[in-house]
């Protein structure tokens, strides 16, 4: 095999370095490479479309920070914005206005909330989404579907996609049995089963909380039944449907995956694009769930740093940007080439793949099984991926180092780029045949 840190050597030995004082040499282990084998890159910055890595490499970027860069890395009104927000100061742990401006554009694109309460991260959002409808409901029991990825949250850390499942910890140590007793796991798209569980006990369930479109098995979608099902059941038996929109909001649509499918769920909890590449989370919903939060209500939350004046600033910049420039059509309509291209050049060389997306969002599944959950994306060959993931790497082009996330398309991105990531795709599968 390859020798990789004679390619790479100043990610190499900054990876080296990092591992003696940082666990693994990273602060996400999605970042490890964990996945595909070798090194990670070290970025030394990032620019519109590209990453730029310590040996001078540049790469298209479709990760964008596992997200939140649909408009592609230093925006102008992004930087500008920032820029103009710490000069202000940078954190206050105070109230400013900057908070209720970016909780007016969430309310204002996504007509299910209509509260918003600012929190640092996807994993705060999600974690207190769970806390509020335990509140609200007065109960214990909280559903989940395997291979969804809620952030690290005891109560969720269980069938867990991402690089829980990438590195084979669905279900982590450190996470006491009591943590995890009341939270039920089922299949995505599984039907019968959500049925089965709601007719069992559904009056002990508070919540259901799900990414409406999941990207943390890789890129999977719902079935209209499975949701039409779900908004059904939970309805019936007052649980609280909870959709995760950390990947999805406004990276599916300046709605989100809802506005797109038509849904309507009680608590919705946001990240990633959201804060325009600035550490922002959020969960809003219904008024009267989300007047039980203190201090308009008893179930506590908190956090210093929330609503930051210069992450708030970001979101706001990011939003008006989506808002007033949409570049999702011309996402969808890219992100579909990158597909016919990969798929046609999969048939050519007999390599057998699926290739799942919606809107900017997708994965190349190396199996010849239709993915629709969990148990069908592991049927992939996932030693294949790792070797498309490093041919792929080796042309420019960085992808997510597991099969088990989806990539994402940018704004920055040209037609000229994206047929250098097709031509590159193309190669790189015959590489692999
Ligand atoms: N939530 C991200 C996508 N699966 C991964 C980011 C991380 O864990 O660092």
């Given at each position: 095999m390859l020798d990789l840190s004679t390619v790479r050597p100043a990610s190499a030995s900054a990876f080296e370095r990092a591992k003696t004082v940082i666990p693994g040499g990273v602060n996400s282990p999605a970042r490890a490479f964990g996945g595909v084998g070798g090194n990670p890159l070290f970025i030394a910055r990032a620019d519109g479309p590209f990453l730029y890595d310590l040996d001078g490499n540049r790469y298209l970027d479709f990760i964008g920070s596992w997200g939140p860069m649909i408009l592609g890395h230093c925006h102008p009104a992004v930087v500008e914005a920032t820029i103009a927000a710490v000069k202000n100061g940078s954190s206050y742990g105070a109230p400013c206005e900057l908070e209720t401006r970016l909780a007016e554009m969430v309310i204002d694109a996504v007509p299910s909330v209509q509260m918003v309460r600012f929190v640092s991260s996807g994993t705060e959002a999600t974690m207190s989404a769970i806390r509020l409808a335990r509140g609200f409901t007065g109960r214990d029991n909280v559903v989940k579907f395997a291979g969804c990825y809620h952030g690290h949250v005891d109560s969720l850390l269980v069938s867990a996609g991402s690089s829980a499942l990438t590195l084979g910890v669905p279900n982590s140590p450190?996470?006491?049995?009591?943590?995890?007793?009341?939270?039920?796991?089922?299949?995505?798209?599984?039907?019968?089963?959500?049925?089965?569980?709601?007719?069992?006990?559904?009056?002990?369930?508070?919540?259901?909380?799900?990414?409406?479109?999941?990207?943390?098995?890789?890129?999977?979608?719902?079935?209209?039944?499975?949701?039409?099902?779900?908004?059904?059941?939970?309805?019936?038996?007052?649980a609280?449907?909870?959709?995760?929109?950390?990947?999805?909001?406004?990276?599916?649509?300046?709605?989100?995956?809802?506005?797109?499918?038509?849904?309507?769920?009680?608590?919705?909890?946001?990240?990633?694009?959201?804060?325009?590449?600035?550490?922002?989370?959020?969960?809003?919903?219904?008024?009267?769930?989300?007047?039980?939060?203190?201090?308009?209500?008893?179930?506590?939350?908190?956090?210093?740093?929330?609503?930051?004046?210069?992450?708030?600033?970001?979101?706001?910049?990011?939003?008006?940007?989506?808002?007033?420039?949409?570049?999702?059509?011309?996402?969808?309509?890219?992100?579909?080439?990158?597909?016919?291209?990969?798929?046609?050049?999969?048939?050519?060389?007999?390599?057998?793949?699926?290739?799942?997306?919606?809107?900017?969002?997708?994965?190349?599944?190396?199996?010849?099984?239709?993915?629709?959950?969990?148990?069908t994306a592991k049927t992939c060959d996932t030693k294949r991926f790792g070797r498309f993931f490093w041919e792929m790497m080796d042309r420019g082009v960085y992808l997510p180092c597991s099969q088990f996330e989806a990539a994402f398309t940018c704004a920055a991105m040209t037609a000229e780029h994206i047929a250098q990531a097709t031509q590159a795709g193309v190669e790189s599968l015959k590489a692999v045949a």
């Open positions: 450190g996470v006491p049995v009591g943590c995890t007793q009341d939270t039920s796991v089922l299949r995505f798209n599984d039907v019968a089963a959500l049925a089965e569980l709601f007719a069992a006990k559904g009056d002990k369930i508070a919540g259901v909380i799900l990414e409406p479109i999941v990207g943390n098995m890789g890129l999977v979608p719902p079935t209209a039944e499975f949701r039409s099902e779900l908004r059904r059941l939970t309805q019936k038996y007052g609280i449907l909870i959709y995760d929109e950390v990947m999805t909001g406004f990276r599916l649509g300046y709605g989100g995956a809802q506005v797109m499918l038509g849904d309507s769920p009680d608590l919705t909890c946001f990240g990633k694009v959201l804060g325009g590449g600035y550490p922002v989370g959020a969960y809003g919903g219904r008024a009267d769930i989300m007047k039980k939060i203190m201090p308009a209500g008893p179930v506590f939350q908190a956090g210093t740093l929330s609503g930051n004046p210069v992450a708030m600033a970001a979101g706001i910049a990011t939003l008006n940007e989506l808002k007033v420039n949409p570049p999702y059509a011309r996402l969808e309509e890219q992100s579909n080439r990158i597909g016919v291209g990969l798929l046609k050049a999969a048939a050519s060389v007999n390599v057998p793949v699926q290739f799942n997306r919606v809107g900017s969002m997708w994965t190349l599944f190396f199996t010849d099984t239709p993915v629709t959950d969990l148990d």
